[in-house]
């Protein structure tokens, strides 16, 4: 309901005009996927908010293009003499971005930029939630503290998926490894099939000879850093910038913290990040975006049902304004 308010209020002028009032000068917007029609229609991974379909995500940056000015994120602190600015953001590296994004970015000239994991370039490793959601996918029944779990109907998968989520997302790395044991113990189905979902270390050269595309630091191997002890994080940071600096031959100036809300990252984790001489650092913490906070810079979540209102309305800051209310 407040939603549908919010939509209808975004297509009036006036919001406009009380935007401009509170300061809402550019907007960063969070994109993780782009897969194909087809794709999309077949996923049935649970919790796919962050996963926009081709054809949507066309029609987000034509619209994108027509009502805002997209600019880069090197440009964030200039003075462009433009209104309602927006940066466009991609999180982890997936292969899609250069296969489905890209052409569609170039065909409308729209900047963006990609923050890269960098132990997922060339498929090495792959995420714990994809591992958790194969297992889940294929198997009818799992075990957890010391039961077994029927997980034969898509409700059951969904459930246990989200249920797991949470459990790893306050994991440390070793803690997963031995959790993701003893689930996958005594299963009939433990393969993981490492699908090629993730950009190799030439698709990111080819991205990065654009003149659109901006590559950032995330991490190398996507952990909660709030969880992380000092050297842990220094490792974390310091080794995905410098395989990024070593196969791009140029320095990286972007780092987006993974996950991104204030559960996933402390003042000591944005002062860890300040010793690397970061330019800016992005979180998905909601709020407006301030020129003189370039270390902690919030943004959006675009998903497969943001079109028309429900895009202007993030686009031009008013979501992550109610959001922010609501949550206080
Ligand atoms: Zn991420």
Redesign the pocket.
Same mark, same amino acid.
Request: charged share 20%; no cysteine; net charge negative.
């Given at each position: 309901m407040l939603r549908q308010i919010v939509n209808y209020f975004a297509k009036r002028k006036f919001t406009e005009f009380t935007l401009n009032f509170l300061n809402v000068d550019t907007v960063f917007l969070n994109y &993780?996927r782009v897969i194909t029609d087809e794709e999309f229609q077949n996923n049935d991974r649970p919790s796919d908010d962050l996963i926009v379909s081709k054809s949507i995500f066309e029609k987000q940056i034509k619209y994108l293009k027509e009502n805002f000015n997209v600019i880069s994120i090197n440009d964030i602190d200039k003075d462009l003499g433009l209104k309602k600015k927006i940066v466009i953001t991609f +999180? +982890?590296g997936y292969l899609d971005n250069f296969k489905n994004a890209f052409p569609i970015l170039k065909k409308y000239n729209c900047p963006a930029t990609i923050?890269i994991?960098t132990s997922f370039l060339d498929n090495k490793n792959f995420p714990w939630w994809l591992k958790i959601w194969q297992i889940i996918e294929v198997n009818e029944y799992i075990f957890y503290d010391q039961k077994k779990i029927d997980i034969s109907h898509n409700s059951l998968k969904s459930k246990i998926y989200n249920f797991f989520c949470k459990k790893f997302f306050i994991m440390k790395s070793s803690e997963q490894k031995s959790f993701f044991t003893k689930i996958t113990k005594n299963l009939d189905q433990t393969r993981l099939n490492r699908k090629d979902e993730f950009l190799s270390s030439n698709d990111l050269t080819k991205l990065d000879q654009s003149k659109l595309i901006e590559i950032g630091c &995330?991490t190398h191997t996507?952990q909660n850093l709030k969880l992380l002890e000092d050297h842990e994080l220094n490792d974390e940071i310091n080794t995905s910038k410098l395989i990024l600096e070593k196969i791009l031959k140029k320095k990286i100036n972007h780092f987006?913290i993974?996950?991104?809300t204030k559960k996933s990252f402390s003042k000591k984790t944005i002062n860890v990040l300040k010793k690397f001489n970061f330019k800016t650092i992005v979180t998905t913490e909601h709020g407006n975006f301030d020129k003189k906070k370039l270390f902690g810079i919030p943004r959006i979540g675009i998903g497969n049902s943001d079109v028309a209102g429900s895009l202007y309305s993030k686009a031009l800051g008013l979501d992550s304004l109610i959001n922010r209310i609501l949550k206080r």
């Open positions: &993780h +999180d +982890d923050y994991v &995330h996507h987006s993974p996950f991104g």
